[in-house]
């Protein structure tokens, strides 16, 4: 039986994002071995399945983290005198967004689908 490692999931996390040893964004990786781990409770997993679970919670970390920064816009003045926003690189936050996805998405049958599924309602 193998277990997840949090010291793996910060690794990969630091690798996805391209940070260097930080612990400045150590609390993002603890929400996402918490939330692996849950969904993860009761199971006993292969070390295969234990290294995909690590990936796919530093894919999370890392996508709170693109999420975090992208909410931390910069304001410039141009020439004229006019304030606009420099937005962050949406393709970042789609590459997150689907790498996150994929991984949790391989993870099916191992660990608990808690996401919410929306259903047409007719009436």
Do not use: H, P, W
Not at 9 to 24: C, D, S
Not at 30 to 36: E, G, P, S, T
Not at 67 to 74: I, Q
Not at 96 to 101: E, N, P, Q, S, V
């Amino acid at each position: 039986m193998a277990s997840i490692v949090k010291a793996d999931i910060k690794a990969l996390f630091l690798r996805m994002t391209g940070l260097g040893t930080t612990t400045a964004y150590d609390g993002l990786v603890d929400m996402a071995y918490a939330k692996i781990c849950s969904l993860a409770e009761g199971r006993e997993l292969t070390s295969d399945e234990a290294d995909g679970c690590e990936y796919a919670a530093a894919a999370d970390a890392a996508y709170a983290y693109i999420l975090e920064n992208a909410s931390k816009d910069e304001l410039v003045m141009t020439e004229q005198g006019a304030v606009r926003r420099i937005s962050s690189d949406t393709e970042r936050i789609v590459d997150a967004k689907l790498r996150r996805d994929t991984a949790f998405s391989q993870l099916a049958g191992v660990i608990r689908d808690e996401g919410f599924i929306f259903r047409a309602i007719k009436g």
